[in-house]
């Protein structure tokens, strides 16, 4: 007869660790890959941070004895056709990926909340009216809407982070909306109301905060596509512009002729962007699977 | 079901002339327009010549005006002329569609043939190795820029056969219709394969948790009956949403594999179109986009009815 030793079932479902740090440490175990992710992140951050202090070059110092160098000990990613280091660009190139990729996210969050829960709250033509905004919005892939808006705005930092931003508005406000519309009808925001509580009051004190788990997740999960969007932005000559080293601009179309001459060029770059989206991939996928049980999977 | 076809269509017209609004001011927001352009490459400026230039174009009428011209002319089948190569925007845009329709069409055909059954596989043996190595792949997928991928494959393509495809309208040979169009295809497939993939697990997961699904077990269903025939049929309408979007949006992926590849797509035009300001170009291309992304959603829309007697829209 099997033997079912409780203690230790109830401590593998971390029955046990349900506060602070032995609640984290048991998610970390749990959710290995995520964990990982997290880590990619946080060498991210730390990377652009730290940009000057672990780069030997400036990356804006060209070098004209030592174009297109292999790597090796000095170079250790090699230098591009301007003889700049390609190493130092990749550290600093960091710095405007998450640029880009923070400061869209958190724009694009932003307002959605804003037109989702105005949406949601209110009703009536306003809500209509934002509907139907949000279906305009939606109706073109997120590289396009921001290709065109970049090419409106002109290629700079604030331009491309505009871009990338509008673009996501319509996922989050639906999300929100959807949710306001739920929550709207739950006990707790009658009892506010039954005490006097004022609409505003109610929206940003007792809705908005219930919507959080789901905008964490989205956003996330956003993170890694504007930092792919700001680096086909400038891969395509209409993102970031010289001499900024953006990983997408140092892929841009010449990359193709070097792909015979000079590999390293093109293999390096590549692998900064995977690595960095895929590090908030694996982090958003476990942070959907903690806050938002019901989309587990 | 008629109500709520016209309704829908009623929806889509009025998203499209809002798109067709929103790109009109976007472009002519741009301090700048190609007069400039051509003028400041000549160096010398003459004002008066500039203005008849401008007045030639139809730039120095009121937005109003120009906007109302350029729709009149779309409902006539008259788009306009593009500025850089002064030929009408029609015959510039109707040849580049099939490249671009068949390189979206084979990327599509790829994701669902790889990401269906990779997506049962992974669902099927959830929690094992093999799982979290498909997990990973499909992650990865979602992760690398297509346009970096693109170039990997120009790179192995140079190392293995010492030359990279390089784009003819007319293949002679089977291998080179597949190097042209097969090769860009999963550049950009690969994404929507794991995308394709990542949500045939997740709805399988959840239909395999069912009680018909133990009710087939019981009944002694052998196990791929039981993921096949029971299973995915009813986890297919996600998935089907997904590629249908996809398809729609495959756009974006092509805009940078068809540059990476030197293919002359509607995609890569549009890039080289918002470079030279040729607003003709530019507004009727993403106005096909969009014609094309509407379409795309409605039909997924009223797909779901004819696969899925469960879902009905009524009124």
Known sequence: MAVVNYDSELKRAGAHSTHGWRRLTFLAQRYMLGTIGLFIMIMFVWVAISADLICRFSPLSVDSTHRLAAPDAVHWLGTDSFGRDVWSRIVHGARISLAVGIGATLLGSTLGVIVGLVSGYLSGWVDLLFQRVTDILQALPLLVLALVMTAALGPSLPNVIIAIAIPLIPTVARVIRANTLALRELPFVEAAKSIGMSETRIAIRHVLPNTLAPLIVLATAQLGSTILTEASLSFLGLGIPEPYPSWGRMLSESAAEYVRTAPWLVIFPGVAISLAVFGTNLFGDALRDILDPRQRG | ?315
Not at chain 2, 176 to 187: N, S, T
Not at chain 2, 206 to 220: P, S, V
Request: no cysteine.
């Open chain 2, 1 to 315: 079901m008629f109500a709520y076809i016209v309704r829908r269509l009623a929806l889509m017209f009025v998203t499209l002339i809002g798109i067709s609004i929103i790109i009109f001011v976007l472009l002519r927001v741009v301090p700048g327009n190609i007069v400039d352009i051509l003028f400041d490459a000549a160096g010398f400026v003459d004002p008066a010549d500039k203005a008849n230039l401008e007045k030639e174009l139809g730039l120095s009428d009121p937005i109003v005006v120009q906007y109302f011209r350029w729709i009149g002319g779309l409902l006539h089948g008259d788009l306009g002329y593009s500025y850089v190569s002064e030929k009408p925007a029609l015959q510039e845009i109707l040849p580049r569609i099939p490249i671009t329709a068949r390189l979206a069409g084979l990327a599509l055909l790829f994701s669902a043939a790889i990401g269906i059954p990779l997506g049962v596989i992974s669902a099927v043996h959830q929690g094992t190795r093999l799982d979290y190595a498909l997990r990973i792949v499909s992650l990865s997928g979602l992760s690398l820029p297509s346009f970096w991928l693109g170039l990997l494959i120009l790179m192995a393509s140079v190392s293995m056969f010492g030359t990279m495809p390089i784009f003819n309208p007319n293949p002679k040979t089977w291998t080179e219709a597949i190097a042209i169009y097969a090769v860009p295809a999963m550049a950009v497939g690969f994404r929507s394969a794991a995308l394709t993939m990542r949500i045939t697990r997740s709805s399988m997961l959840e239909i395999l948790r069912q009680d018909f699904i133990r009710t087939a077990r019981a009944k002694g269903a052998s196990e791929n009956s039981v993921n096949y025939r029971h299973a995915l049929k009813n986890a297919i309408l996600p998935v089907i949403t997904v590629i249908g979007i996809e398809a729609a949006f495959l756009i974006g992926g092509l805009i940078v594999t068809e540059t990476v590849f030197n293919i002359p797509g509607i995609a890569r035009f549009l890039v080289e179109a918002l470079r030279w300001r040729d607003y003709p170009i530019v507004q009727n291309l993403v106005m096909l986009i969009a014609v094309v992304v509407v379409f795309a959603n409605f039909t997924v829309d009223l797909l779901y009815a004819a696969i899925d007697p469960r879902i009905r829209y009524g009124d």
